[in-house]
T-cell receptor, first 115, second 111 residues
Framework: NAGVMQNPRHLVRRRGQEARLRCSPM?????VYWYRQLPEEGLKFMVY????????ESGMPKERFSAEFPKEGPSILRIQQVVRGDSAAYFC?????????????FGSGTQLSVL | GIQVEQSPPDLILQEGANSTLRCNFS?????LQWFHQNPWGQLINLFY???GTKQNGRLSATTVATERYSLLYISSSQTTDSGVYFC?????????????FGQGTTLQVKP
């Protein structure tokens, strides 16, 4: 059973470009979470999605960031017009249900570097 | 919101030594998990332990929910145990995987 798959592993963008980060949850998992790990900071929750629905986006910056989890295909975290402050490790996690009473399984992360 | 504090922030051990990592949280929780982030950045889920005690090989964890703390025990440490250990909790009223992470304990195990 493959784990949570994230790609790319490393992503380099210039300021102003768009970044697209992909996450395929574990088989049988329909709940996806995105977290961000900034340098010198801990992991911070960004958004919680189920298939075709955003459940909680309270941790998402108000501008330039969006997330989706379509009926078919991976979850996508999209960052428009990236700035240097967006450089961070972005982790995706999945669970079979809402996750409130069970383990979260994390992917290996995408390291975003903005030049 | 709920506060999560981990101690110590840094720990250096000789291979074979035992250690205890602590996580204090400021409010009641429904979900508490321990993670290990290895030197390659990968996050490994060690325990889901909102209360009670669990053991997995050389690792064990205990959460005393009424006193709002959790402990992670590492016995006979190995160099592969190096990395950052995170405690994460839900917000108490949340019933999702929206977790609040502590700042972590950085462990270095020397051969």
């Amino acid at each position: 059973n493959a784990g949570v798959m994230q790609n790319p592993r490393h992503l380099v963008r210039r300021r102003g470009q768009e970044a697209r980060l992909r996450c395929s949850p574990m088989k049988g998992h329909s709940h996806v979470y995105w977290y961000r790990q900034l340098p010198e900071e801990g992991l911070k929750f960004m958004v919680y999605l189920q298939k075709e629905n955003i459940i909680d986006e309270s941790g998402m910056p108000k501008e330039r960031f969006s997330a989706e989890f379509p009926k078919e295909g991976p979850s996508i975290l999209r960052i428009q017009q990236v700035v240097r402050g967006d450089s961070a490790a972005y982790f995706c996690a999945s669970s079979p249900s809402s996750g409130g009473r069970e383990k979260l399984f994390f992917g290996s992360g995408t390291q975003l570097s903005v030049l | 919101g709920i506060q999560v504090e981990q101690s110590p922030p840094d720990l250096i051990l000789q291979e074979g030594a035992n250690s205890t990592l602590r996580c204090n949280f400021s409010d009641s929780v429904n979900n508490l998990q321990w993670f290990h982030q290895n030197p390659w950045g990968q996050l490994i889920n060690l325990f889901y332990i909102p209360s009670g005690t669990k053991q997995n090989g050389r690792l064990s964890a205990t959460t005393v929910a009424t006193e709002r703390y959790s402990l992670l025990y590492i016995s006979s440490s190995q160099t592969t145990d190096s990395g950052v250990y995170f405690c994460a909790v839900d917000g108490g009223s949340s019933n999702t995987g929206k977790l609040i992470f502590g700042q972590g304990t950085t462990l270095q195990v020397k051969p």
